[in-house]
């Protein structure tokens, strides 16, 4: 029983499952035909966030960035979202947590929405009132709904708030991609990234006493 369980690990096998090398080519081409198609029809490009998470969960279980002769899937993922993984995780927990939406509501959902509809359906679970939630996401506006959910995960409304524009070099982007990353890991994948980069910089500011630095 013993040699059984330790094969197991957070209910999911340590054992790589058999490759399906047809299987995985399909796959893995269709997802690269996805995020290819993205860059040249970006006005449509949340139409196939459905399929794109879909296949991104195949991979995960099937273990078919082997086929790459990967070490792991977030190698995977480093190589297919050099930006941000974020978007991957975002794409994969919309396939699995929103289940009992058709897909083509969830097309015409949107990608936006999708997301938020997510964080719902983490806090309810079975509970998941699916019908009255996609009604409000097709009947509200995407800012109007965002609003909607975080009203009702915090029980309060929501903080007036204004977007704030910076330009930045591309070769500081992965530095602050990552630092984002890293804040949403320890403080939670549902924390907006405004959140992630206000704990960063409170951060930064316990660590410094301006009142000792020289002009």
């Known amino acids: 029983m013993i040699g059984l369980t330790s094969l197991w ?3 999911r096998t340590t054992v790589p499952p058999e490759l399906n090398h047809r299987r995985a080519v399909i796959v893995l081409g269709k997802i690269d035909e996805i995020l290819s198609w993205e860059k040249t029809k970006e006005q449509e490009k949340d139409t196939r966030f459905v399929e794109l998470g879909e296949c991104l969960c195949e991979v995960r279980s099937n273990q078919y960035w082997r086929l790459e002769k990967l070490k792991s899937f977030d190698e995977f993922l480093e190589r297919r979202f050099p930006g941000s993984r974020r ?8 396939h699995e947590k929103l289940t009992r939406i058709p897909k083509p509501q969830l097309r015409e959902v949107g ?18 009132d699916c019908a009255t939630w996609l009604h409000k ?4 506006p995407k800012e109007g709904f965002k609003d909607e959910v975080q009203r009702y995960l915090t029980g309060k409304d929501t903080e007036p708030w204004e977007i704030i524009y910076f330009k930045l070099c591309k070769s500081q982007l992965p530095v602050i991609e990552k630092a984002l990353e890293t804040a949403a890991l320890m403080l939670g994948t549902d924390k907006a990234r405004g959140y992630c980069l206000e704990m960063i910089c409170a951060d930064f500011l316990a660590g410094a006493n301006l009142q000792d630095i020289e002009p």
């Open 137 to 140: 996401a097709n009947a509200l």
């Open 87 to 94: 978007k991957a995780y975002y794409l994969m927990a919309i």
């Open 9 to 11: 690990t957070n209910g």
């Open 111 to 128: 990608w936006s929405k999708a997301v938020e509809l997510v964080k719902v359906a983490r806090r309810e679970g079975e509970d998941f």
